[in-house]
Nanobody, 114 residues
Framework: QVQFVESGGGLVQPGGSLRLSCAAS????????MAWYRQAPGKQRELVAS???????DYADSVKGRFTISRDNAKNTVYLQMNSLRPDDTAVYYC????????WGQGTLVNVSS
């Protein structure tokens, strides 16, 4: 059974930083292209960042230069370092495969507010 457990969210002031983690199980993680997604209140879920098994990364235009995705295959974990956070980054953040083919985890809430 595939499972994703996201953590690291919280309340942060504009301009602050957070590091999200996602522990994956039930998949051949080292061979999986992974991604972070987010869903803001009243909006559809959107792709934020992705990383291939070869560690090629890609980002949504809205987060380029501020967010960094990385992975640790030994820990079956994908990370999202978020810097220079803005109020419009407020959302529930999820990880999944790059094609979002697996069931979603519970996500982790990021609230950027002063």
């Amino acid at each position: 059974q595939v499972q994703f457990v996201e953590s690291g969210g919280g309340l942060v002031q504009p301009g602050g930083s957070l590091r999200l983690s996602c522990a994956a199980s039930g998949i051949f993680f080292s061979f999986a292209d992974m991604a972070w997604y987010r869903q803001a209140p009243g909006k559809q879920r959107e792709l934020v960042a992705s990383i291939t098994r070869g560690r090629t990364t890609d980002y949504a235009d809205s987060v380029k230069g501020r967010f960094t995705i990385s992975r640790d295959n030994a820990k079956n974990t994908v990370y999202l370092q978020m810097n220079s956070l803005r109020p419009d980054d407020t959302a529930v953040y999820y990880c999944n495969g790059r094609t979002a083919r697996y069931a979603w985890g519970q996500g982790t809430l990021v609230n950027v507010s002063s």
